[in-house]
């Protein structure tokens, strides 16, 4: 009776074993379908043949055989057992995670890649060959990836502060002290300092102009007389150009009104005359250099300005020497 009481509580407590091993999960192969799938790797790193296989973090299957390649140099070939329910992309990455406690599984991983059109999945019985890499592999994939990164930013960092020091570099030789003398002489370039020292100098030297009362006056006297001959100048070209215009009329119109046309022309032609000697004047004035007078040779727009009176002086007395010659080569007689 005490034999047959042992044996029963031995067969419960199995029973009671196995219910508790099917309630955990432990004996879902033996519960669900399953295909074949071989990995062939350079190393076991602690799998058994209890040791899960994950997808991403999930569990889809376990090691159901393990044993090394039929030439040990080639590794070891691992079968498992992967669930119906999961497929496994032809890329996925295989390595070996290891945890503080329990045994080690074979992990399976995959990049997500949204530009892959078509994913291709293992059939049951592929074989898969790769490198399992270790804990101390990724952790060191890990840091290389960070080293990386820190190693683009200290390159970025050095471009930034070689950028830095050519500004700065550029910045000091604009502001360094430096004369216009030495600019002149060729020793250095021009910069901001020997910029401001021209600029103080040309200010000092025109105060001193500004500061003669006796300049001054010649300067207002001389521009004045300038714009008065300006005007008579252009009074006396538009009654020209009015005398000729009263030649061509009386002209066509008759004879007899040609004499007074003449008259009126060669009036113009010495009040043209009088305007030029006037100018020839003051021109030898200016040129003379006497005084503060001759300063204004370095007026441009004096100068432009008697330069044109000129060059229309001389048109317009080149088309009266014309107009003469036409009328006297027509016949028309012309009496001065």
Not at 256 to 266: C, L, N, Q, S, T
């Amino acid at each position: 009776m005490r034999d047959f009481m042992i044996g029963l509580t031995a067969i419960i407590g199995l029973l009671g074993l196995a219910a508790m091993l099917l309630v955990f999960g432990e004996f879902r192969a033996f519960r669900e379908a399953s295909y074949p799938i071989t990995f062939q790797l350079d190393t076991a790193a602690n799998l058994s043949t209890s040791s899960p296989v994950t997808l991403n973090g999930v569990r889809i299957g376990r090691i159901a055989d393990i044993a090394t390649a039929p030439d040990p140099r080639d590794g070891v070939v691992i079968g498992a057992r992967i669930l119906e329910v999961h497929r496994i992309p032809s890329d996925v990455q295989v390595s070996i995670s290891r945890d503080l406690i329990g045994d080690a599984a074979l992990a399976l991983h995959v990049s997500p890649d949204p530009t892959r059109s078509e994913t291709r999945f293992l059939n049951p019985g592929d074989s898969i060959e790769a490198t399992a890499a270790g804990f101390l592999d990724e952790v060191t994939d890990l840091i290389d990836r960070r080293l990386a990164s820190l190693e683009r930013a200290a390159e970025s960092f050095q471009r930034l502060s070689d950028t830095y020091v050519r500004v700065g570099e550029q910045i000091s030789d604009f502001i360094e002290p430096r004369s216009a003398e030495q600019v002149d002489a060729g020793a250095a370039g021009p910069n901001l300092m020997s910029t401001v020292q021209r600029i103080d100098q040309s200010v000092a030297a025109a105060q001193v102009w500004l500061r003669d009362d006796e300049f001054r006056g010649d300067m207002k006297t001389t521009v004045e007389a300038a714009a008065n001959t300006m005007v008579r100048l252009a009074d006396a070209i538009d009654a020209w150009t009015e005398a000729a215009s009263s030649i061509a009329q009386r002209t066509a119109q008759a004879q007899e009104g040609i004499d007074d046309a003449v008259g009126h022309f060669v009036t113009t032609t010495d009040m043209l005359a009088a305007t030029l000697g006037e100018i020839q004047f003051l021109t030898a004035q200016i040129n003379s250099g006497e005084g503060t007078i001759g300063n204004l040779v370095n007026n441009p727009d004096l100068y432009h300005s008697l330069e044109d009176a000129a060059v229309r002086l001389e048109k317009a007395l080149l088309e009266a020497q014309l107009l003469v010659e036409k009328y006297r080569k027509e016949g028309i007689p012309i009496q001065w």
